[in-house]
Structure formats: C-alpha cells, structure tokens
C-alpha cells in the first residue's frame, strides 16, 4: 500500500464508521434471535458468515420456523437481497476495472452501509484513482464486517443466556419493523409497503406461504406503477 | 425446531444466491446498463417483501397460537413511529420495551 491509498483506506474506515451504530445493535439482535430459534451457535455463525445480509437472514429465519418449503424461504430471502443486484451495477463504474480477486471479495463485502458511503464519495470525488477507490471500499467494509461476525457471535452467546419469558419471538417482527420505517421516505415507497400487507392478509389462505411471493409481488409492481404515474404526471404539469 | 438439512441447505444455497446478486455486474455482467424499468422494480423489492413478512407475525403470532395480542399489536405500532424518525436502534428499544410494558399492564 501507498501513502495514498493508506489514507483512503483510513478515510473509508473513519466515513463509515457512524454506522457501527447500526450494525451492532442489529447483529447482536440476529444472534440472540437465531439462538432462540433452537440454532447452535456454530450454525447462527454460519450463517452471518455465508450469507452477511441481515434482513435476508431474518427472513430465512422466521421462514424456516414456520416451516415453508425451501424453495418459498429462498425465493422470499433471496428476492430481499435483489436490492445488491442495484448497488453492484452502480459500482462498475468505480470499481469495475479492479482485479477479478479484488472484485469477488468485493461483491462478498457488499453490504448497504458500505456501498452507500462509497458511492457517495466516488460521486463527489470521481477524480479519485482507482487503487484509491478500492482501498476506501475496503476500509468502509472493514468498518462494518468484522464487528457483524463478532456481535452475531456475542449475541449468539447472550442468548443462550436470556429466559423465554422475554417473549423473543416478537424481537423478529420488531427488528423488520425498524428495518421498514425508515423505508417510508416516498409515496411509492408507502404505497408498495401498504399493497404488501394487505396482501399479506388477503392471501393468507394461501398454502406453502406463497402468500408472500404473491403479496411482495403486487407491492412491488405497485410501487414501480406509482413510480412511473407520479413521473408521467410531472412531465405533464 | 428448524430441521438440520433444511437448515443448511438454505443457508448454503441463499449463501450462493447473494454471492451471484452481489458479483452480477460488478463481476460478470460488466458495464452493460440495467433496464430502467427493472431498475425501478428493484427500487421496491425490500419495501414489498418486508412488510408481508412482518404482518403474520404481528397479527397472527406463533407465540400466543395465533390468537391475536393486543401486547404485540400496540408494541408492534410503538416500533414503527419510532422508526419512522430513522432510529432502528430507538424503533427496537420502543417495540420491546412497549411489548413487555403492555404485557406487565394487560398481565
């Protein structure tokens, strides 16, 4: 490493630290949640260091509990991460021309914090040269990464501790529920998220929970409609 | 109980399948540009998932047998106000902590 791209290292890790905030609450959560659901530690483990992707994680979790087909709790998992499909294509421009060994380590550190930080800066600075780019990345993830295996795994071990009556179960929807909130910050935003519960409670009928593809697919083409009638109605005015 | 072989194979299959979505453009796919009309579905994937997700489990949760508890109903409302002020931490703190007030009030 150079001096200079010791300090973008630094820069990313400093950039991104604000949001340890975040992450540790959220992963201590998931570890105490996972243990609560009858997982070993080795396996909630597991699980934050294959996949490192929170709310997929939960969802998967709360999935596998009610027992739905593995296809239903991949389907519905995998379709909460379709949003890093965004964030790598708004990458390439960056960092596309890195290493190929760069770039799969890359994609595998992909968490939003991180990617909403770099691309941030990448945009206010597109200047910046590529070995520089690259080591900010890596010093935002480093700022978060680490610290989502050690408070899974600290989690992890609290739970153990912590009696049932503390009615844990509930931590799950809580933790989405916060997750969510935020999300409200458009009219297709609250709409999609409005279609979604209601669709969740119309389909609830439904067998092999399909009611959730069925209810997350309404609520997104929803939100996408809306999306594109509020456009066509500005360009009108 | 979550059994075992589900289990793993779920995470190693969804472990995989987050790996691909993360490496898609950024490794594979290049530069070439996403549709504007997928880009705009993907914008709303996570805030139409979620939320389906999370209404079972409030209205109908496994915990009571599926009777519905005014306790997690309130608490699950308590979540969400604060979270809409972009505190997760606070939105947590508030869902439990109303959870275990409500269940202390309601006994």
Redesign the interface.
């Known amino acids: 490493m150079t001096v200079s791209t010791k300090k973008a290292f630094r820069r990313g890790f400093r950039d991104c630290s604000p949001f340890v ?2 992450v540790i ?2 992963a201590l ?1 998931f570890g105490v949640v996972a243990r609560d ?3 070993a530690v080795y ?1 909630v483990m ?2 934050s260091v ?4 929170g ?2 994680q939960f ?8 027992h739905a087909p ?1 296809f239903i ?2 389907l ?14 708004a ?3 960056h ?2 021309k890195a290493p ?1 060994r760069l ?2 380590l ?3 550190l ?1 968490v939003d914090q991180s990617f909403a930080v770099s691309v941030k800066t990448y945009e206010e600075e597109p200047r910046m040269p590529l070995d520089e780019k690259i080591s900010y990345y890596f010093g935002c993830v480093t700022a978060v990464c680490p610290l989502w295996y050690l408070c899974t795994f600290t989690g992890a071990m609290i739970g153990q501790a912590i009696p049932t009556h ?2 844990l ?16 910050r458009s009219l ?2 609250v709409i ?6 209601l ?3 119309a389909f ?1 009928w439904m067998p092999y929970n399909l ?2 593809i069925v ?10 409609q809306t ?2 009638f509020l456009e066509r109605r500005a360009k009108r005015a | ?2 059994e075992k072989d ?2 793993w ?7 995989a ?3 691909l ?7 594979l ?3 070439r ?2 549709p504007g ?1 997928v ?21 109908w ?3 009571t047998g599926g009777e519905t508890d005014a306790a ?1 109903l309130i ?2 409302l308590a ?6 002020r ?1 505190s ?2 606070g ?2 703190v508030a ?2 902590g109303t ?2 007030l409500m ?1 202390y009030l309601l006994g």
């Open positions: 905030a975040i609450p959220y959560l659901a009858g997982l396996e597991s699980m294959l996949i490192i992707a709310a997929s969802t998967a979790l709360a999935l596998m509990q009610e593995v709790v991949l519905a998992a995998l379709a909460v991460n379709m949003r890093m499909a965004m964030y790598s294509a990458l390439v421009p960092l596309g190929m770039r799969v890359m994609a595998y992909m503390f009615s179960d509930f931590a799950i929807p809580v933790c989405f529920i916060a997750l969510v909130a935020p999300m409200m297709p935003h999609s998220a409005f279609v979604s519960v669709g969740a409670i609830s009611w959730l209810a997350g697919s309404l609520a997104m083409a929803a939100g996408a999306e594109f | 109980m979550i589900i289990f194979i779920v995470t190693c299959l969804l472990g399948g987050t790996f979505i993360r490496f898609s453009f950024l490794g796919l290049g530069g540009a996403l009309w880009l705009s579905h993907l914008r709303y994937v996570a805030v139409a998932v979620l939320p389906a997700l999370i209404t079972p489990l409030v209205l949760p496994p915990a997690r608490a699950a979540a969400f106000l604060v979270g809409l972009n997760i931490v939105a947590v869902g439990m959870l275990y269940q």
